[in-house]
């Protein structure tokens, strides 16, 4: 059988298709899946099995625009590629669409159930059902089920397989000479929305902090201009941070893999950093781990989080505003917290 699976949207949501694609692809070799996604997400998908491919598309392109777009990269799909099923892990309009067609050509489908209903029990603003969700790992596995391909349990450590770590070569041009410091940390301080966002003020003292112990190195990580411009302020203010500029994301894995933790919003990089096994310091705010979107192999009490606020989780994506207006479920946790876990998740002795 051959398994069109689609995931379009952030980086995050399709880097937790990994685990779950690498399981169902080795437990199942003969079969065939090919990721459908936007082709900005083909270095997530570079350490396959190899009865998986990667088709990217140009979602933004004319012509793939709209209901008839769509119903245009179908019948294109159906020439390339000949896929006897459909695995919808994002059920959003446009793979609605798709796997509409497949259905009126007589093709099976499946498709996710998001578990709305109880994210909204858990997000309400009075009378929160605060229990652990099904995670998007559950919710990716109930779907190859429904296709006849159970998985009892996800067996994934790194994309890089046995090693865990990419191949350092690649990004040590990139990066200055390992020096006296024991342990190497991430910090990627962004997120999509404020309610993920850590404020940059106090994320700074997390950079300080760290740059105050001769024993870590600090790499941050981000992306559009606004971000950089904030990293390179802190580079330029404290020595032991740098940023790894020049790489992309498939060396941006590889540097990651190679790092002792990450500090991370919940956020793509958290996700990023899982994919090789990193240990991530993952910090909550308006969302909570309970909605199923914790990184893949991460440690609850690596989480760092304000545990008595009745108000949160407010939202599944951190995209509301916030009740109070203050953000508090972020204001509250405070540099040391994070640093502390930090040093105990890299086995240092505290300061």
């Given at each position: 059988m051959h398994l069109l699976v689609t995931r379009f949207s952030a980086f995050g949501d399709v880097a937790m298709t990994v685990p779950v694609l690498i399981t169902v692809a080795r437990q199942?070799?003969?079969?065939?899946?090919?990721?459908?996604?936007?082709?900005?997400?083909?270095?997530?998908?570079?350490?396959m099995p190899e009865n998986v491919a990667f088709?990217?598309?140009?979602?933004?392109?004319?012509?793939?625009?709209?209901?008839?777009g769509m119903v245009r990269l179908f019948r294109e799909l159906r020439k390339?590629?000949?896929?006897?099923?459909?695995?919808?892990?994002?059920?959003?309009?446009?793979?609605?669409?798709?796997?509409?067609?497949?259905?009126?050509?007589g093709i099976r489908v499946a498709c996710i159930?998001?578990?709305?209903?109880?994210?909204?029990?858990?997000?309400?603003?009075?009378?929160?059902?605060?229990?652990?969700?099904?995670?998007?790992?559950?919710?990716?596995?109930?779907?190859?089920?429904?296709?006849?391909?159970?998985?009892?349990?996800?067996?994934?450590?790194?994309?890089?397989?046995e090693k865990e770590r990419g191949?350092?070569?690649?990004?040590?041009?990139?990066?200055?000479?390992?020096?006296?410091?024991?342990?190497?940390v991430g910090i990627a301080p962004f997120a999509a929305h404020k309610g993920k966002i850590y404020p940059l003020e106090q994320m700074e003292q997390v950079v300080a902090l760290l740059n105050e112990r001769a024993d870590v190195r600090v790499y941050l990580f981000g992306a559009g201009e606004k971000e950089m411009s904030v990293l390179r302020k802190w580079v330029a203010k404290y020595p032991r941070a740098i940023i790894p500029e020049g790489?992309?994301?498939?060396?941006?894995?590889?540097?990651?893999?190679?790092?002792?933790?990450?500090?991370?919003?919940?956020?793509?990089?958290?996700?990023?950093a899982s994919l090789v096994n990193t240990p991530v310091v993952s910090i909550w705010g308006a969302t909570h781990p309970y909605c199923g979107f914790m990184g893949y192999g991460?440690?609850?009490?690596?989480?760092?989080?304000?545990?008595?606020?009745?108000?949160?989780?407010?939202?599944?994506?951190?995209?509301?505003?916030?009740?109070?207006?203050?953000?508090?479920?972020?204001?509250?946790?405070?540099?040391?917290?994070?640093?502390?876990?930090?040093?105990?998740?890299?086995?240092?002795s505290q300061a």
């Open positions: 199942y070799p003969q079969h065939r899946f090919t990721v459908l996604s936007r082709e900005s997400m083909r270095p997530l998908f570079l350490q088709r990217g598309v140009d979602l933004k392109a004319e012509r793939y625009k709209g209901i008839f390339e590629l000949h896929f006897d099923a459909v695995a919808d892990l994002h059920d959003v309009l446009r793979t609605k669409i798709l796997r509409t067609c497949a259905q009126v050509c159930d998001k578990g709305r209903k109880e994210k909204e029990l858990l997000t309400r603003p009075q009378g929160k059902v605060m229990k652990q969700l099904p995670t998007s790992f559950d919710h990716y596995r109930e779907v190859f089920s429904a296709l006849g391909l159970t998985i009892e349990q996800i067996e994934f450590t790194s994309v890089y397989g191949d350092f070569s690649r990004v040590q041009e990139f990066l200055p000479p390992r020096g006296e410091e024991k342990k190497w790489l992309r994301m498939e060396r941006e894995l590889i540097l990651m893999s190679h790092l002792d933790a990450m500090v991370s919003m919940d956020s793509a990089n958290m996700h990023l991460q440690k609850a009490e690596n989480a760092v989080q304000i545990e008595d606020l009745d108000c949160r989780p407010c939202s599944v994506f951190g995209n509301k505003p916030c009740l109070h207006g203050d953000y508090r479920c972020l204001t509250r946790i405070t540099p040391e917290m994070i640093v502390a876990k930090v040093v105990d998740v890299c086995g240092l």
